[in-house]
């Protein structure tokens, strides 16, 4: 019998709400068609998958991720014509912890990733696990009457000021002004239709979120609080403590995350890219 890349990978799910290992693949290799396609069917069934021991180049790394679509570029770095697609988030002593809420990355853009793919450089000996949750469990577990009240609706989304005020200080006035202007506020529904599977997710961003349109102040504050609490539950949730060299592929348009800051003052350094996605939509009948 001919051992093949597809023989060699097994695919062990998380007992969580999401979430799979894979092993017996080298990421640094690239996937033959019946790999990648089973790699691609894994991701879709478990949202979030997790190879440890993958130690790959920048280089490694933007091939890996373009096997899955054509890559995202850093939306500050293309205004300055640079086709920048990796970057790195590097926490140390000086540069705390970002510890971001919830989030599903870049979901201010009208195209927002399709999936996220991070490969650990450098990990403390403890603290800094990531947190994804499960927004397709979190939606059928809606009542009726909420699933009914939540469908159809637009979330607006926007970065924060504190982050157009950070690219003006280290990019300057130009670049800030051309970003806000190309980039207003987009509204995507709060429910959205999974680009492959066409199920439901509840499409919720809390640090891009600013309001429910078409709601009065009041009860958008209110509705959204009552979803970012479920949120919180770990019955949604799959927990990951980094190794280094692990690698984490996430489907971006049914989960969100969080990485957790316990690690500071300790060193933590990660690499990571994105596959450019499609605009949300919503279809009743999905």
Known sequence: ??????????????????????????????????????????????????????????????AFGAQFG?????????????????????DTEERPPAEFPWHTDLSWLSEPPAFGILNARVIPDSGGDTIWVDLFSLY????????QQVRGLKLRHRPKPHYFETVRVHHGDE???RLIAENPPV????????????????????????????????????????????????????????QEHDLVIWDEASTVHRALGDH????????????SGSRPYFREDS
């Not at 790999?35 to 894994?42: E, H, Q, T, V």
């Not at 293309?78 to 697609?85: E, I, N, V």
Request: negative net charge.
């Open 140 to 147: 059928d577990a809606l009542s009726p009457e909420v699933q």
């Open 1 to 62: 019998m001919i051992e093949t890349q597809t023989s060699r990978i097994e695919i062990v799910p998380h007992d969580a709400a999401l979430g799979a290992s894979v092993s017996g693949v080298d990421l640094r290799d690239p996937l033959d068609d019946e790999a990648l396609a089973l790699i691609r069917a894994a991701l879709a069934e478990h949202q979030v998958l997790f190879f440890r021991n993958q130690d790959l180049s920048a280089e490694e790394h933007l």
């Open 187 to 242: 509204e995507h529904p709060l429910v959205r239709s999974h680009p492959v599977s066409g199920r439901p997710a509840l499409f919720l961003c809390p640090l891009y979120a600013e309001f429910i349109t078409g709601l009065s102040a009041e009860s958008s504050a209110s509705l959204l609080a009552s979803l970012v609490d479920h949120l919180d539950n770990p019955a949604f949730q799959v927990r990951w403590q980094w």
């Open 175 to 177: 670049i800030t002004d």
């Open 264 to 275: 500071y003052p300790r060193y933590r350094r990660m690499q990571r890219c994105a596959v």
């Open 70 to 90: 054509e890559l995202c570029a850093d939306p500050v770095a293309s205004l300055k014509g640079s086709l920048k697609r990796i970057s790195y988030i590097e």
